[in-house]
């Protein structure tokens, strides 16, 4: 093997070891994201409706939720930019092309 292949396969085994990361990251984003907007959202319409400063718990809702939307969608580009460079298909795009193929 030539050191030119060998850069390439090590290269490669780096950009798939980011991938799994990556996809394990989003997995765990996608399960307790949509789960921590919700509950923050809970506690702060109570903390808002409980305590004499509205306006400062309102503003910690709103920018928790931006951040923990951010979080979840910079996960979700970074799986699919590590699968573009891999060659590797979405796992929903199979299941795109069955559903037109039933139709």
Do not use: P
Not at 18 to 42: C, D, P, V
Not at 78 to 100: M, Q, T, V
């Amino acid at each position: 093997m030539s050191e030119n292949q060998s850069k390439e396969r090590l290269t490669y085994l780096k950009i798939k070891e980011e991938y799994e990361n990556a996809k394990e990251k989003r997995l765990k984003y996608k399960r307790f994201g949509a789960l921590f907007i919700i509950i923050s959202g809970i506690i702060f319409l109570t903390l808002m409706f409980s305590v004499d400063n509205k306006i400062a718990f309102l503003i910690l809702w709103v920018i928790t939720d931006f951040y923990c939307a951010a979080l979840m969608i910079r996960a979700d580009y970074k799986y699919h930019k590590y699968a573009e460079y891999l060659g590797i298909e979405d796992e929903y795009a199979n299941y795109k092309k069955d559903e037109e193929k039933e139709e």
